[in-house]
């Protein structure tokens, strides 16, 4: 097995998530069971995710939201 990952200190923020968001967190959290992984750790990885891909983080942000407001994305 590989080495144990460095402690990760959390910090605690208040966000809200369109209830289809939450329905597939949920979704993935039950297809899932071998991992043990809660909405939050889901979440947290997929934000991870975003913030270590090789892009203009500022663009692409502008870009989901306004998408997001006009409606083009959905689940």
């Keep these: 097995m590989g080495s144990t990952p ?3 200190t959390k910090s ?3 966000i809200s ?3 289809d968001v939450v329905s597939a967190l949920d979704e ?4 899932s069971p ?4 809660d909405r939050s750790e889901i979440a947290n990885v ?6 270590s891909r090789p ?3 500022r663009a692409k942000t502008r870009e989901l939201v ?8 959905k689940l």
Excluded at 28 to 31: D, H, T
Excluded at 46 to 51: L, R, S
């Design 28 to 31: 993935q959290v039950r297809l």
């Design 46 to 51: 997929v934000v991870k995710d975003f913030f």
């Design 6 to 8: 460095e402690r990760i």
């Design 34 to 37: 071998d991992l043990a992984a």
């Design 17 to 19: 998530f369109d209830k």
């Design 55 to 57: 892009f203009d983080h």
């Design 12 to 14: 605690r923020i208040g």
């Design 66 to 73: 306004t998408s997001n407001r006009e409606g083009d994305i």
